[in-house]
């Protein structure tokens, strides 16, 4: 209509979802609209794909072991702990490299050093500064040491000496992992030698009615 207002095609603004969910209305011109599709990436890149600061990569620290016990067999000390098969978080221990057993010999009067549950720590900080490693176990020597489910490692003890009381020895464990991620140190497990009884001779057996008697050298003994 002659000098009347000009009326402009009508145009239906619909939403163009970019990444995120950002929506961008067509309905701009478009050099703007290709100047806000850019500045929208932008903003998609730096802000849609972030979760949180990174975290540090979980390190697989070998589980402590805490049932390391020993005993006596003629001349030798003998230990014996669970293999270790899993990790501190609950996985298992697949690349276990080797076993270290760590021997401190105690002075006489000293034996009961941090005794008792508030000392452990003591005593492996002890270990740790004064002990010595007494072997690494591992390869041939990891399996050899394999008893079933345990492990176990002997090595003499010193003989006794008249009028001097026989020395005290601290042992502990730690299990390490070949990408050298080791434990902490085991319990500590303390032993001293003990007298070794003489060789039996001359044994007999008396049947009884209650049970088996024998005798050796002026000793008796019912079974």
Known sequence: MAGGPRLLPTVDCQLSTVDCQLA?????PVGMR???VFALVLVA?????RK????????EVPETTTGLWAHQEINEVVLTWKYPSLTRSGR???????VEVYRLEVPAG???VAAGPAGAEMQRQLMLSRGALATRLEGDGLRAASRGENLEYSENLPALEEAKAAPTFWFAVRSVRRDRTASALSNIVAWQ????????TGLKVEPKADGITTYGQGMAREL
């Not at 890149?45 to 794909?49: K, N």
């Not at 949180?52 to 390190?59: V, W």
């Not at 030698?193 to 039996?200: L, S, Y």
């Open 92 to 98: 298992s221990l697949t690349d276990l490299a080797r």
């Open 34 to 36: 290709r100047l806000v």
């Open 110 to 112: 000293q034996e009961t």
């Open 45 to 49: 890149l730096a802000a849609c794909g």
């Open 193 to 200: 030698r003990k007298p070794i009884p003489p060789e039996v």
């Open 24 to 28: 961008l209305p067509l309905c701009y």
């Open 52 to 59: 949180g600061p990174p975290l540090p990569p979980i390190i």
